[in-house]
């Protein structure tokens, strides 16, 4: 929804704080709290997230090399 996606943004990638946050969309601190908890645990159902294992380099293309590649 809207309003969480607006309180997701402005917290997770405007950087802005909860309390700057709420007076942005003119609403309560704990109703953005709310509003980002409910649209990370959105996210982490869309994106077939379970927990911090699914975090990190894919499995089948591994670690990255720090080697420069020849051509």
Do not use: H, M
Not at 6 to 35: D, V, W
């Amino acid at each position: 929804p809207d309003d969480q996606r607006e309180a997701l943004i402005l917290i997770g990638a405007s950087g802005f704080a909860y309390e700057e946050a709420a007076e942005i969309c003119g609403c309560k601190t704990g109703t953005i709290k709310s509003r980002v908890n409910r649209a990370r645990q959105r996210l982490q159902e869309v994106l077939s997230v379970s927990g911090a294992a699914d975090y990190g380099p894919d499995p089948e293309v591994g670690q990255v090399s720090d080697t420069a590649f020849v051509a």
